[in-house]
């Protein structure tokens, strides 16, 4: 257990950052979940509606610094390359 006085502040500070960063992982991963279940089924409209939620979350994702700015970039263009090639 820490003593100093700092040390117990980056205790509390990064236990409230570990825990905004997994709500935000956990959503953009159920938003990512949607969009390859409307591919899966053939959807093109859901899965394009999904995919702008989808596309939003990982943009937010990156810009807190939860994701790098390519993976989400690599996310989103893999999301629309898959929402493209429905027939």
Known sequence: MANIKSAKKRILTSAKRAERNKSV?????????KVNAAVEAGD???AAEC???AERALTMAASKGVFHKNTSSRKVSRLSKAVDGIQ
Not at 25 to 33: D, G, I, N, Q, R
């Open 51 to 53: 995919l702008k939620k």
């Open 25 to 33: 992982k956990s959503a953009v991963k159920t938003a990512v979940k």
């Open 44 to 46: 093109k409209a859901a």
